[in-house]
């Protein structure tokens, strides 16, 4: 994504046009997101992963390839698709693999940490490798493609913890889960709990609703509006967006340390809202010190919860579902981030950044609102259990005083 709006400069695109390139990815993610969830929990998570990553390594080896545009777009498409399987095959893996709290939140975050280490290191090399004149995009995707022949390899040696057969790796994740307290299995056992639970994974897909349209018109045009408002070169562009990347490293190893016991949604709600003054910051200076400042803070407040906000997630979620829920819970955020991309180039050339700092107002609301119902369901339906638990230990304390007073049968003979 460091590589795509250069690329779409060089080839003359326009706002709306790059728009809609983008919303064209994600509305193909989004067609298939469900189906994509579905396959996700009936196979290994292993393989689903491979097929994302042979999906990646099509589409930068063709997409700058093909002169037709239709066909090139279609690899972009095939692009995105490939991206949205591995993030789904990777988000349940390690929810099945890991228990609720600490665990659970250190490896998402550690996962993250990882990712961002390699997002450090890759725009950089590419923002230079630009620079040489025997090398194009052509090239530069070439070499991309073949990083991610190294993870396929890496992929396919995975070890899962149980893998004889894809019931088994579900059984031990549901074992995993029971033991280690996910929310959901304390309102499982009867139909209220089994809808309170559904409740909370609705508010978590308005959430994503919410997101979704706040990023599609927003945060394609950040990165846009700074590359040809103050034209920067590749090398330094790739300098900025490694330099981001490193700063978001950081703030992943400290939610791997300290979310959990500070309260890791709370952190989530908190980053999200100074997401909001940071995009502010973006519209009201003209400098490119200060923009590349600002662009640096708003990458850190909304990326670095992402952890969190997944372990907080999945504790609402069975395992046997994960793929299915997360899989609707994508296609809300693809399908509402492809529209706001879409209408994004039309609003951006016509209120430029103004737009940013509105777009972000969503970011905090996309957490509040499942934050607030998941404490509504414990609150209400953890009074109603007290409630049961108590009659029930009345029942036996009654039950138990009357089979003292019983008479029993006399031992003496009648004649």
């Given at each position: ?8 400069i060089?080839?003359?695109?326009g706002d ?11 509305y ?10 579905m ?24 997409f ?21 399987l ?11 693999e ?7 939140t250190?490896?998402?975050?550690a ?9 450090t290191i890759?725009?950089?090399s590419c ?16 070499i991309i ?7 396929l390899?890496?992929v ?33 056992d009867?139909?209220?709990g ?17 997101m ?11 990165s846009?509006?700074?590359l ?6 590749s090398d ?10 490193a ?18 949604s709370?952190?989530?709600v ?10 502010l910051?973006i ?16 990458s850190?407040?909304?990326m ?8 907080f997630q ?12 997360l ?11 492809a529209?706001?991309?879409l209408?994004?180039?039309y ?7 103004a737009?940013?700092?509105?777009a972000?107002?969503?970011?905090p ?6 934050l607030?119902?998941?404490?509504i ?24 005083e ?9 031992s003496?003979?009648?004649?």
């Open positions: 994504m460091f590589l795509f709006p250069l690329y779409a060089y080839k003359g695109w709306e046009f790059y728009g809609f390139v983008l919303a064209l990815g994600g193909a993610a989004m067609a298939v997101m469900f189906f994509l969830g396959i996700v929990d009936i196979r290994f998570k292993r393989t689903t992963m491979i097929i994302g990553v042979i999906a990646t390594i099509l589409s930068a080896i063709f700058t390839r093909i002169n037709q545009q239709i066909v090139s777009l279609i690899f972009y498409c095939l692009y995105s698709i490939g991206q949205q591995m993030r789904l095959s990777t988000n349940t893996y390690i929810a099945n890991s228990k609720k709290g600490q665990e659970r250190k490896k998402f975050s996962y993250n940490l990882v990712a961002s280490i390699a997002r890759a725009p950089l923002g230079y490798l630009l620079l040489i004149p025997v090398l194009n995009f052509d090239w530069v995707f070439t493609a073949v990083f991610a022949l190294i993870s390899i890496l396919t040696f995975l070890k899962l913890a149980v893998e004889d057969t894809p019931e088994e790796e579900l059984g031990y994740a549901e074992k995993i889960s029971e033991d280690s307290g996910d929310d959901y299995t304390e309102f499982n009867h139909d209220d089994k809808k309170a639970i559904l409740g909370v994974q609705i508010s978590f897909g308005i959430g994503k609703v919410l979704g349209f706040a990023s599609g018109v927003a945060i394609p045009f950040i846009w509006y700074i040809k408002e103050f034209n920067p070169s330094v562009w790739g300098l900025i967006t490694s330099l981001s990347w700063v978001m490293a950081v703030g992943y190893l400290l939610h791997s340390l300290y979310a959990e016991k500070i309260g890791k709370l952190i989530v908190i980053s999200w809202l100074l997401v909001v003054p940071m995009a910051g519209m009201l200076v003209d400098s490119f010190f200060w923009v590349t400042f600002f662009y640096i803070a708003r850190f407040f909304a670095t919860p992402g952890g969190s906000w997944n372990s999945m504790e609402w979620i069975p395992p046997k579902n994960r793929g299915k829920v899989g609707l819970l994508q296609t809300g955020q693809r399908g509402m981030r529209t706001g991309t209408i994004g180039g609003i951006f050339a016509l209120l430029g950044t737009i940013f700092p509105v972000m107002v969503f970011y609301l996309a957490g509040i609102i499942p607030i119902q998941s404490k369901v414990r609150k209400k339906l953890g009074k109603e259990e007290e409630i049961i638990e108590e009659q029930e230990e009345e029942f036996r304390e009654i039950k138990d009357n089979k003292e007073f019983i008479p029993r049968p006399s003496q003979k009648i004649d």
